[in-house]
């Protein structure tokens, strides 16, 4: 993922990542991306900051058990790394077939899950990771996280549009300036949680 913002508040957790996807000069019409999952069972949004084939995967899979009764944000913190762990070998064995593919598996893969928690009362954020062929971890996201951070060490986690949209151009033109193409950017997609349910809309292009 080029840029995936998160602010986590008790009473409402938002994410915003952009809509870029491709490779650098391909035509910017067919680049659009949604890179924010719902799963509305268990009132919870997903998000992966790389290998969208990969966090497809593991959405599919996820769909799958989120039908089950009381399934949430915690329960998905037993069941997530053991999805990772199982797919990673999958998908690292069809990277292998392809020379270009196999060095893209062997990176990291952070997949984020924000979602209302019964248990806490509040809004909680995760971050499963998986790095090559080490056990899958969870780790406990707190008020806000930017990807990438370098271009907003100042940012507080605002959840005001305007304020969000600002943070992700100023990651955008990072992104792009240090890759020397266009790897970041199209639209922001803003999705935000809370008990109540779930709201998301595009804003404008970045």
């Not at 037993?78 to 690292?92: A, E, N």
């Not at 060095?103 to 952070?110: E, G, K, L, W």
């Not at 899950?113 to 248990?119: D, H, L, P, Q, R």
Request: proline share 3%; net charge neutral.
């Amino acid at each position: 993922m080029a840029v995936i913002n998160v602010v986590v508040q008790k009473d409402k957790g938002v994410v915003a990542v952009d809509t870029f996807s491709g490779d650098p000069g391909v035509d910017r019409e067919r680049c659009g991306m949604s890179r924010v999952l719902l799963l509305p069972h268990g009132q919870m949004l997903l998000a992966c900051r790389s290998h969208e084939d990969f966090f497809f995967t593991i959405y599919c899979e996820l769909l799958k058990v989120s039908n089950a009764p009381r399934f949430d944000i915690d329960g998905a913190e037993g069941i997530v790394p053991r999805l990772l762990d199982v797919h990673w070998r999958t998908y690292k064995q069809c990277g292998e077939a392809d020379a270009d593919a196999s060095s893209v598996a062997s990176q990291q893969f952070d997949l984020v899950a924000i979602g209302w928690s019964e248990k806490s009362a509040s809004v909680v954020a995760r971050v499963f990771s998986k790095v090559n062929g080490a056990p899958a971890r969870a780790t406990k996201a707190e008020g806000s996280m930017a990807s990438p951070g370098h271009p907003l060490q100042k940012w507080k986690g605002s959840t005001d549009e305007d304020e969000m949209l600002r943070a992700a151009r100023v990651q955008v033109h990072y992104r792009n300036l240090m890759a020397g193409a266009t790897v970041a950017g199209g639209d922001l997609l803003l999705a935000s949680i809370s008990r109540d349910g779930v709201s998301m809309k595009k804003l404008q292009a970045l």
